[in-house]
């Protein structure tokens, strides 16, 4: 197999998606399930040994999607990458073609997407632009005499071997069948190998060298990077308001307690006695600082593109505004009970302790990792900085610790982690 497909497969599970077993051998089948959404990313390999006909590749898909039409999901978006190393003979059947499918060059290493197709299928489309421009600079390096350990040969001979102990047909050779099939359609052919259809395959395979890194440590790094390094919509352009806000209120000049009322602080005596309710929302945007500001804005970004990744974008508001609401609401009645009258909360800090409780609810949903992040570095976080808030002063604790609170439960009413479970046949 080319390191470059390998690659591909490798850049599809880190996504979240899980595979599911054909027994085609050239065809790998990956699905993740999001808010109703069935996302499909099949993999067809024709730089070897499979030869299907344009009426046998259309059939394959149509077969893929009818199992989970059967699930009476919202949507269904599927897409389909076709590696070849001739392009021509790929061409017609993308262009006849109603479902999204792009071409893989692997002979000149770049992607191709024809007019009557989308080029957007969630960061498919940039990943896989950067596995073939760093497959480009692993082939200069390999041209001019660059040597890969045997260790590393070594590895990739095992991945081929167990690539193909791993779709090969344990009775008989669906692949074979394909060719020898008459009237009867896909279908009907893979009832007659007497294996499953499709299945459920837990991609965290005992063998180790089945998702191995096919290129050099440098590229496995900046590759790493960036990905984790987009923007989300929704987050970006809530830190957007945010700096925007402060840059606002600096050139208006509203530093001082009577001007952030003004301009909409949180008063459980303004809410109470005036019923300004909509403080509770327009404290979340002020910030007294440059400090304050970049500190919360820098782990906004962070922590709340990947809930919001997670959760996806209507959630994720939902999350984000409703521990804000929760965190004005607890710091007002602790102000309020305590008898501080003229003691303001500004911040987005409430907000964000939402967002910290919120991932710490999804990491451990889905087994203690999600990305970058694991349960314990946020639990360490939300400590360390609870702690320093408690033991500083002109710190809002209350807002604090009833956002983290509420994220927490927000996140357990919300968030499901995705149906992996046995298809139906």
Excluded at 72 to 101: G, P
Excluded at 160 to 176: A, V, W
Excluded at 241 to 264: A, F, P, R
Excluded at 394 to 406: E, K, Q, R, W, Y
Aim: overall charge neutral; hydrophobic content about 35%.
């Amino acid at each position: 197999m080319s390191p470059v497909i390998d690659k591909l497969q490798d850049n599809i599970i880190r996504q979240g998606f899980r595979q599911i077993k054909v027994n085609v051998e050239g065809i790998v089948l990956y699905s993740k399930i999001q808010d109703s959404t069935a996302y499909i990313a099949a993999i067809f390999d024709y730089t070897e040994n499979m030869k299907l006909t344009k009426e046998q590749h259309n059939n394959v898909i149509r077969q893929i999607k009818e199992q989970f039409q059967s699930k009476q999901y919202s949507s269904i978006q599927y897409l389909n990458l076709i590696c070849t190393n001739h392009v021509e003979d790929m061409k017609e059947r993308v262009l006849e073609s109603k479902e999204q499918q792009w071409i893989v060059d692997i002979s000149s290493l770049r992607l191709i997407i024809y007019e009557n197709q989308s080029s957007s299928y969630l960061y498919f489309k940039r990943d896989i632009e950067l596995i073939l421009d760093q497959a480009r600079v692993n082939q200069s390096k390999q041209a001019n005499g660059y040597d890969y350990s045997n260790k590393s040969s070594y590895e990739s001979k095992n991945h081929k071997d167990s690539y193909q102990n791993t779709y090969h047909s344990t009775n008989q050779n669906l692949y074979e069948d394909i060719y020898n099939t008459g009237n009867q359609n896909f279908h009907e052919d893979i009832n007659r190998t007497g294996n499953q259809n499709f299945h459920d395959n837990n991609y965290h395979n005992s063998n180790p060298n089945q998702y191995h890194n096919p290129f050099t440590a440098p590229y496995n790094n900046s590759y790493r990077r960036q990905k984790i390094m987009y923007f989300t919509l929704c987050n970006t352009i809530i830190v957007i308001i945010n700096v925007l806000v402060y840059l606002w209120g600096q050139w208006k000049g509203y530093y001082y307690n009577e001007n952030m009322l003004v301009t909409g602080a949180v008063s459980w005596r303004y809410a109470i006695e005036r019923h300004e309710y909509y403080r509770i929302i327009t404290y979340m945007f002020l910030h007294d600082g440059m400090a304050h500001i970049v500190n919360n804005m820098i782990v906004l970004l962070i922590l709340g593109d990947n809930l919001e990744r997670a959760v996806g974008k209507l959630k994720y508001v939902l999350i984000y505004f409703g521990t804000g609401v929760v965190a004005g609401f607890a710091s007002m009645v602790y102000n309020m009970l305590a008898g501080y009258q003229y003691t303001i909360s500004i911040g987005a800090s409430g907000a964000i302790f939402g967002v910290v409780g919120a991932i710490l609810y999804v990491v451990i949903a889905n087994r203690g990792r999600l990305e970058e992040f694991n349960a314990l570095q946020l639990i360490i976080f939300a400590g360390v900085t609870l702690y320093g808030g408690f033991t500083s002063q002109g710190t809002d604790n209350m807002a604090h610790v009833g956002g983290f609170i509420s994220g927490i439960i927000l996140a357990f009413l919300l968030y499901r982690r995705p149906n992996r479970g046995r298809m139906k046949q």
